[in-house]
C-alpha cells in the first residue's frame, strides 16, 4: 500500500463513489432499454473508459515511491 494513508483512504472512498456511480448508470439504461443488449452494450461501452482510467489512476496513486 502506499506510504500516505490519506491518499489510501482516498482511493478507497472514490471507488466507492465510482462503484455507486457505475449503478445508476446502469440502472438509467436499463430504465429506456427494451432488452438486454439495449442495456449491456451501452453499459459496457460507456463504463469500460471510466473503470480502465481510475484503476490506471488508482495504480499510479498508490505506488511506492521509487518504484517505476
Sequence with gaps: M???????WAVIVAFILLLYGTVM?????????????????PFIITMAPVWAVAV?????????????
Aim: proline share 5%; charged share 20%; aromatic share 6%.
Design 56 to 68: 490506471a489512476a488508482a495504480v499510479v496513486l498508490l505506488r511506492r515511491p521509487g518504484l517505476r
Design 2 to 8: 502506499a506510504s500516505r494513508p490519506g491518499v489510501t
Design 25 to 41: 448508470v446502469f440502472l438509467a439504461f436499463d430504465r429506456v432499454s427494451h432488452s438486454n443488449s439495449d442495456t449491456i452494450r
